[in-house]
């Protein structure tokens, strides 16, 4: 299907354990970013990729760590989660930087307990 | 720090009103402004987005504006339906980064 996806869409997991979100887009779009969405923070970035190969941190870095290999997929791993990572998780990508509009994926919403 | 603010948190309005929610920010260093739906469980739908030299943009019942030296944006909704009801967003994007700020959102209730 076209368009960006998301997997898994609803995941918990224990304190301490590895996590991978999913992110998967079709569109050859070169930016890809990662947002958490908590009540009371509104959207907050947390990684964001210019390219494959290229990624910077955002507003909320600490505890996960993104790779992007090819174009189309950009996964975040949460290392070793925490309680304070529990929250609904968003991928995004765009053409290019600038004047170009950002489309975001269905969302995960992870729990950690 | 850009900051977003959007008022009010909540609105509720009888269907086929005119309304307008607003947008407001703290650095006026914009590229563009985007608004955004979100359903409730789903993610974001993108609207309209306002590039910093544009005062406006339409879309059927919606017109965006943008008052980039006021810090200011408003969404306006023409003769609201039910199926309007969700949070809208606004998020902006500074000439410096790619990062998008966003507002807390204004869920919108349209009562039959």
């Known amino acids: 299907d076209a368009g960006i996806t998301q997997s898994p869409r609803y995941k918990i997991t224990e304190t301490g354990r590895q996590v991978t979100l999913m992110c998967h887009q079709t569109w050859s779009h070169s930016y890809m970013f990662w947002y958490r969405q908590d009540l009371g923070h509104g959207l907050r970035l947390i990684y964001y990729?210019?390219?494959?190969?290229?990624?910077d941190k955002g507003e909320v870095p600490d505890g996960y760590v993104v790779s992007r290999s090819k174009t189309e997929n950009f996964p975040l791993t949460l290392e070793s989660a925490t309680r304070s990572q529990t929250s609904v998780y968003f991928c995004?990508?765009?053409?290019?930087?600038?004047?170009?509009?950002?489309?975001f994926g269905p969302g995960t919403r992870l729990t950690v307990t | 720090k850009q900051e977003v603010t959007q008022i009010p948190a909540a609105l509720s309005v009888p269907e086929g009103e005119n309304l307008v929610l607003n947008c407001s920010f703290t650095d006026s260093a914009i590229y563009n402004l985007q608004w955004f739906r979100q359903d409730p469980g789903k993610g974001l739908t993108s609207l309209l987005l306002?590039?910093?030299?544009?005062r406006e943009q339409t879309s059927g019942r919606l017109n965006a504006s943008l008052d980039k030296s006021s810090g200011r944006s408003t969404l306006y909704i023409a003769a609201s339906q039910p199926g309007d009801s969700a949070t809208y967003l606004c998020?902006?994007?500074?000439?410096?980064?790619?990062?998008?700020?966003f507002g807390e959102g204004t869920q919108l209730t349209v009562n039959p």
């Open positions: 995004a990508s765009s053409l290019r930087d600038g004047t170009y509009e950002q489309y």
């Open positions: 990729s210019a390219a494959a190969d290229i990624t």
């Open positions: 998020a902006v994007k500074e000439t410096s980064g790619s990062r998008l700020t």
């Open positions: 306002i590039q910093s030299s544009q």
